[in-house]
């Protein structure tokens, strides 16, 4: 078998239907590569072999490049080589993902890590630049990721550490402080806090008796269907914090909530926690985690 003209002819055909019907290229792209990966494994002696022959992907490489162009380099059509073994695995192939989403995938060792980034990345339509920055972030090991068979709950999707973006760390870290770094990158808060999360308002007045409070942040969970309220504390957890949030959420189901709406839930942010405390202290509809300040 002819494995280098049959690689050939699968790109240049990929590289033809793009040009025909850009609508789909993502598809084409994805299917070319899997089918070039496979061949280039088989021309190498089968999976066990390929994992350690490269003499060859550098020939079809050379000839490749003189025929077709640069884009079919010696580490791209590795690429294309760890792909196929990628989803043999039992990975997902997403229509909605690019070349590049899956190629920021492919150093990754762990299974169900791979999954987790092929979702989210599918599900929230992200760009392959976010992708990396959530990898990089580690994510994946904040959000604490539990199998698909667990019923997903609004703190399922919240990440500890929460990271909170600023350009530099300041000497004093105030609640002040934090509550302004947070405004000025909303967008990024809203998205480290998990998914679906909305802003409503930050010091948000209310009134409990002839007391008046403010709630730091109030925000909506669309995919919950029910509002949040977020405290943000520069200590480490303490067991007052719970009844100062069991009051706010309260005062929310009671005052702001409607009735299609699912109860309150609180979050609590802090600097650290204490696990003893948080044992004696726990709430189903209140969810705590730490913030860390991030420069990148």
């Known amino acids: ?21 850009d609508y789909s290229k993502n598809k084409s792209d994805l299917n070319s590569y899997y089918e070039v990966g496979r061949l280039l494994v088989e021309a190498q002696g089968g999976e066990e072999r390929a994992k350690y022959g490269n003499k060859l992907i550098k020939e079809y490489s050379e000839k490749l490049t003189k025929e077709l162009g640069k884009k079919y380099s010696t580490t791209n059509l590795k690429y294309m080589k760890q792909f196929y073994l990628m989803i043999q695995k039992g990975h997902a192939m997403r229509d909605q993902l690019t070349w590049t989403h899956y ?3 492919l150093s990754i060792k762990e299974d169900k890590k791979i999954d987790y980034y092929i979702n989210i990345a599918a599900n929230q339509n992200i760009s392959y630049r976010e ?4 990898i990089k972030s580690n ?7 539990k199998d698909e068979l667990e019923e997903p709950k609004v703190n ?45 308002g ?3 007045k209310i009134k409990i008796g002839d007391n008046n409070h403010s709630i730091d942040f109030l925000l909506f969970n669309y995919k919950f269907n029910c509002f949040v309220v ?25 005052n702001i909530k409607e009735l299609y709406n699912d109860k309150t839930v609180g979050i ?29």
């Open 1 to 21: 078998m002819n494995y280098y003209n049959e690689i050939k002819d699968i790109l240049i055909k990929n590289e033809v239907y793009k040009k025909a019907k």
């Open 103 to 105: 190629r920021c995938l």
């Open 131 to 134: 992708l990396q920055e959530r």
């Open 139 to 145: 994510e994946y090991e904040r959000i604490g990721y």
């Open 156 to 200: 399922t999707l919240i990440k500890n550490p929460v990271l909170i973006k600023t350009k530099h760390i300041p000497d004093k870290v105030t609640e002040y402080a934090l509550h302004n770094l947070i405004l000025e990158n909303m967008d990024n808060f809203l998205k480290e806090l998990g998914e679906g999360f909305a802003y409503i």
């Open 202 to 204: 930050h010091e948000v």
């Open 230 to 254: 977020v405290e943000i504390k520069t200590t480490e957890f303490k067991a007052e914090h719970i009844g100062q949030i069991k009051k706010y959420i309260n005062y929310v189901d009671e």
């Open 268 to 296: 609590v942010i802090c600097r650290d926690i204490n696990g003893y405390v948080l044992k004696y202290c726990t709430d189903e509809r209140i969810f705590t985690t730490t913030y860390e300040l991030n420069t990148n």
